[in-house]
T-cell receptor, first 117, second 111 residues
Framework: GAVVSQHPSRVICKSGTSVKIECRSLDFQATTMFWYRQFPKQSLMLMATSNEGSKATYEQGVEKDKFLINHASLTLSTLTVTSAHPEDSSFYIC?????????????FGPGTRLTVT | SQQGEEDPQALSIQEGENATMNCSYKTSINNLQWYRQNSGRGLVHLILIRSNEREKHSGRLRVTLDTSKKSSSLLITASRAADTASYFCATDAGNDYKLSFGAGTTVTVRA
């Protein structure tokens, strides 16, 4: 089946630094990728939709200057948490839509645990 | 935004028993999907049911969809310890492929 990877799987950074998380579709092309965050014992909240070759679309309440998204190729989207603060600590999960598949096909990465100290 | 509500919030059952969880949503949908998440891990797609379908099976999983009540249920039969996980429903309601997730049900299967 289709595989989506995320890197890193865990990251600890100091407050004020920036962290980049990569999401890759390994065996398919993804014109659209989605970024979610998940707090402990809670559900996934969609942050933004990442479209290859164009600007990301952010959900209401998500700061686009805080969470920079770049989708430069059909297999890679990156999420950069800028000037991270402890409240940004969370589990970040991406998903990718197979451009060649049925419209509902979306594959999830394993997630990245971000801890800001 | 989150449009699904799930109940129960948590469920503890004995191995071999069935587990049933429900999901309700607010708007019309194209399809509804169920996912499993083991602690600290990503999501595993379990099953998708389209808006014009009423019931679907996959192995030990049975999903129903009642669009008139805007609700779905997931039944896991003959549960195993490995079924211990959180289960989320997700609805696809627009033409932008976005998924809206329910709050999730945490299932614990006791050996």
């Amino acid at each position: 089946g289709a595989v989506v990877s995320q890197h890193p799987s865990r990251v600890i950074c100091k407050s004020g630094t920036s962290v980049k998380i990569e999401c890759r579709s390994l065996d398919f092309q993804a014109t659209t990728m989605f970024w979610y965050r998940q707090f402990p014992k809670q559900s996934l909240m969609l942050m933004a939709t990442s479209n290859e070759g164009s600007k990301a679309t952010y959900e209401q309440g998500v700061e686009k200057d805080k969470f920079l998204i770049n989708h430069a190729s059909l297999t890679l989207s990156t999420l950069t948490v800028t000037s991270a603060h402890p409240e940004d600590s969370s589990f970040y999960i991406c998903s990718a839509r197979d451009a060649a598949g049925a419209s509902y096909e979306q594959y999830f990465g394993p997630g990245t645990r971000l801890t800001v100290t | 935004s989150q449009q699904g509500e799930e109940d129960p919030q948590a469920l503890s059952i004995q191995e071999g028993e069935n587990a049933t969880m429900n999901c309700s949503y607010k708007t019309s949908i194209n399809n509804l999907q169920w996912y499993r998440q083991n602690s600290g891990r990503g999501l595993v797609h379990l099953i998708l049911i389209r808006s014009n379908e009423r019931e679907k099976h996959s192995g030990r999983l049975r999903v129903t969809l009642d669009t008139s009540k805007k609700s779905s249920s997931l039944l896991i039969t003959a549960s195993r310890a490995a079924d211990t996980a959180s289960y989320f429903c997700a609805t696809d309601a627009g033409n932008d492929y976005k998924l809206s997730f329910g709050a999730g049900t945490t299932v614990t299967v006791r050996a």
